[in-house]
């Protein structure tokens, strides 16, 4: 993992709307808010956007995930050079893990789809090392009873492992903001219509939930190439389709037609950056791999 860089203004705002839709996050905010100004550390929101890292990794990982979750203290405490850091992070996936069972039964474990996870997870935390800090962490999480109006928290049964997108957690004034990118990439794309072997929904609902990735959302408001006729990333739409165009889907790919076909429709030279969509590191595209990877994997499922 690489060493955190602490948010900017702009992403903290964002993630914001995204979070707070969902009952875990608001029933943890207070305690991590506290958290922040005693150990003046990470922020609520920095803590939950660590967690749906790892949770993004670990979902990549179709066998045996719980022994990648085995190097997750070491690798986080070097990330954040904080030893508490790490704890808090895994604490609250901790209880991401184990909200995915409804049953107040002896075997609720058992029936856990990521027992083998929240295993691991307890076996790390329960470390004598840090069992102590642990301890207190999830007290405090069981006392919050009651919300900031006084009513009993109740909070709904969600695999995190099984949301395919953040839209599914977001509030609505979140998932407006993202129908709002996605109908600009509809008007600016729509040129490229008769080359999908997909349906426009579902080329639409890829964007939905590509936007719905704030890191890569914030990107579209960034003008690159600079003073191109469209006013947007320029760059990063031409990249989205340069992956589509190299999706195989029937016998063909998603977005059919040669690069040259496909810049036409669009109606600006974006060849470059079509043909070059994983070429990282370079000027031709504007994703980091690990993006490329979010935006390949929300176009499999779509089409899936």
């Not at 992403?11 to 905010?29: C, H, I, M, V």
């Not at 999908?196 to 939930?209: A, G």
Request: aromatic share 8%.
């Amino acid at each position: 993992m690489e060493k955190f860089e602490r948010f900017s203004e702009e992403r903290l705002t964002s993630l914001r709307a995204r979070y707070r839709g969902d009952d875990l996050f608001r029933t943890w905010t207070w305690i991590l808010c506290l958290l922040e100004q005693q150990l003046n550390g990470l922020n609520a929101v920095e803590v939950w956007s660590e967690t749906e890292m790892i949770r993004q990794k670990l979902s990549a990982i179709k066998e045996h995930r719980d022994n990648e979750v085995e190097f997750l203290y070491g690798e986080l405490k070097n990330r954040h050079q904080s030893e508490k850091t790490a704890v808090i992070i895994l604490t609250v996936l901790f209880t991401q893990m184990c909200d995915a069972e409804s049953s107040n039964e002896d075997d609720a474990a058992v029936q856990n789809p990521n027992r083998a996870v929240c295993s691991v997870l307890a076996h790390l935390l329960m470390n004598p090392k840090i069992r102590s800090f642990t301890e207190k962490l999830i007290k405090a999480f069981k006392h919050r009873r009651y919300d900031n109006e006084g009513n009993k928290i109740v909070l709904p049964i969600t695999d995190y492992m099984e949301v395919k997108s953040p839209l599914e957690l977001m509030d609505e004034e979140a998932k407006v903001k993202v129908e709002r990118c996605v109908e600009e990439i509809e008007k600016l794309t729509r040129g490229i219509r008769g080359f999908l072997n997909i349906d426009w929904d579902v080329y639409k609902n890829i964007w939905r939930n590509i936007f719905a990735e704030q890191e890569i959302s914030l990107l579209l408001n960034e003008i690159q190439p600079r003073k191109n006729s469209w006013g947007h990333n320029l760059k990063l739409v031409a990249n989205v389709l340069g992956i589509l165009h190299v999706t195989p889907y029937g016998d063909g790919f998603v977005l059919a037609g040669s690069i040259q076909t496909i810049s036409d429709a669009v109606g600006v030279n974006v060849r470059a950056y079509i043909g070059n969509h994983a070429d990282f590191g370079s000027s031709n595209t504007t994703l980091t791999k690990e993006m490329h990877a979010k935006i390949k994997q929300f176009i499999l499922s779509a089409i899936g």
